[in-house]
């Protein structure tokens, strides 16, 4: 059986960190958030309470449903879509989804574009796999996005695939990008760590955050064994789970908890994993290993060579 919490939990925990001074911005996040349903609701029940209840609602999607989704999204007011977009190479994109189809996805951003959702590209690098990057980012200066450019993130089953695929934004952008026109701009805090930020001529912008400024001074963090792999340190995002449990942490499935008073943090952003499961399975090209950080969770995959059906 599929795990998913309800709209009636996700309406008592707004509600509750709201009325505790918990920040303004929620986001809907991890796993794939458009397969959610409750009966009748779907995901643009949730951003429509959300906004109608004073938050900054943001959404993060594999975008393969968009062409379903994108005009009720706009409409209940969603403030940012991030779509995780990996490769602009049909081929390549196939493999490190586990079969995704780039084609569906390109035309549920093109829709939303042309809906005016303000919509951020993110990225994750793969060595070996970023000589597209040029293109990619030209796409964002043409259209005025926004991208993210991710690190690679490090979990115990990905162990040995994470040296030989690790890159840095920093040498991506030194080694893909040099001669494209960037500016650089300030320096910013992001959930804990510093962000750099780069203008493109037409006014995309390109980003990552600093690997090395995650902050890992908390109690958990100086006997973690995870330690040295981490990038987001503790409290950077307070997550709620399909089961409706909540950590500060996003390595460590013992640092749950149901009591969210004790890990209360009011500067730390709320986010929703709705959904027990993802129609993409993404990871390693020609592998069968995932970096998907919710592997290892009891949570719902595709195997690396299929996905979910899904009516659109």
Not at 34 to 42: A, E, P, S, V
Not at 60 to 68: E, H
Not at 139 to 162: E, G, H, R, V
Request: hydrophobic share 35%; proline share 2%.
């Amino acid at each position: 059986m599929i795990e998913r919490i309800s709209f009636e939990d996700i309406l008592k925990i707004a509600d509750w960190w709201k009325e505790s001074g918990g920040s303004s911005k929620v986001e809907i996040a991890a796993l794939e958030p458009t397969l959610w349903k409750d009966g009748d609701r779907d995901i643009c029940d949730i951003v429509k309470y959300l906004k109608e209840n004073g938050f900054i609602v943001s959404i993060t999607t594999n975008g393969s449903t968009l062409s379903k989704y994108s005009k009720s999204i706009k409409e209940a007011g969603v403030d940012l879509l991030r779509i995780s977009w990996h490769s602009l190479d049909d081929d390549v994109f196939k493999d490190i989804t586990g079969g995704g189809n780039q084609e569906i996805v390109v035309r549920g951003l093109l829709k939303s574009i042309e809906l005016g959702i303000n919509v951020k590209i993110n990225r994750v690098l793969l060595r070996g796999y970023t000589k597209d990057i040029r293109d990619k980012v030209g796409l964002i200066d043409k259209y005025k996005l926004k991208i993210k450019l991710l690190d690679l993130y490090w979990t115990p089953s990905s162990n040995d695939f994470y040296e030989k695929y690790y890159i840095s934004p920093q040498e991506v952008i030194l080694n893909e990008l040099d001669g494209f026109y960037l500016e650089k701009v300030d320096n910013i805090e992001a959930s804990g760590r510093s962000r750099v930020t780069y203008r493109t001529k037409n006014g995309g912008v390109v980003e990552y955050k600093v690997k090395e400024s995650a902050e890992k001074n908390h109690e958990y963090c100086k006997e973690c064994k995870f330690k040295d792999e981490c990038l987001e340190g503790y409290g950077d995002y307070f997550r709620v789970f399909p089961d409706s449990s909540a950590s500060l942490c996003y390595l460590r499935k013992d640092l749950a908890t149901y009591d969210y008073s004790s890990i209360f943090k009011e500067e730390t952003p709320l986010r929703f994993v709705l959904e027990g499961r993802c129609n993409f399975n993404c990871g390693f090209p020609g592998s069968k290993t995932s970096w998907c950080l919710k592997q290892g969770r009891g949570f719902s995959f595709p195997s690396r060579k299929e996905v979910i059906k899904i009516e659109l």
